[in-house]
């Protein structure tokens, strides 16, 4: 037994897919802080939350058994894992700024009979600033701000 414990500490970490105790791709949740969350987005893929889930990605219990949620983002950062957002005032926000995105010449990539759309901003990246009203409540709504 103090093999593996020696072992399990040994091993490499890395942040960018790193894997939980299940074998499954790691994701930071979106949630309530004090300070704004910035973050440089480099891709977004928008995808139902049981593909996500198939393709090993750690879904939260709470998201996968709520009715209320069924897609979801991630978006890949550039300082750390990567981003789950399933609330849906964040996910209205980036809704219509992908569309936005898509009008401007964004490649857009479908898969999974549309299940999952990929957005990827090649070398450029997308400054996202998203926050709640601390004293709002646990349903106060998301506020998403975007800058290239």
Do not use: C
Not at 37 to 52: D, E, M, N
Not at 69 to 75: E, G, H, K, Q, T
Not at 117 to 126: E, I, M, P, Q, R
Not at 133 to 142: R, W
């Amino acid at each position: 037994m103090l093999l593996v414990v020696v072992a399990l500490m040994t091993a490499k970490k890395t942040k960018f897919g790193q894997m939980t105790l299940r074998a499954t791709q790691a994701l930071e949740y979106l949630k309530t802080t004090p300070e704004p969350i910035r973050k440089s987005v480099s891709k977004i893929v928008w995808l139902h939350k049981v593909v996500a889930e198939s393709e090993n990605w750690e879904m939260p219990d709470w998201v996968m058994k709520n009715e209320n949620y069924d897609w979801v983002a991630i978006l890949f950062v550039a300082d750390g894992l990567p981003l789950l957002v399933y609330q849906k005032s964040a996910l209205r926000a980036f809704e219509a700024h992908l569309m936005k995105l898509e009008s401007d010449g964004a490649t857009v990539k479908s898969e999974n009979k549309g299940k999952k759309l990929s957005v990827d901003l090649g070398d450029a990246t997308l400054e996202v600033g998203m926050w709640r009203n601390p004293n709002g409540g646990k349903y106060a709504p998301f506020n998403v701000d975007f800058e290239s």
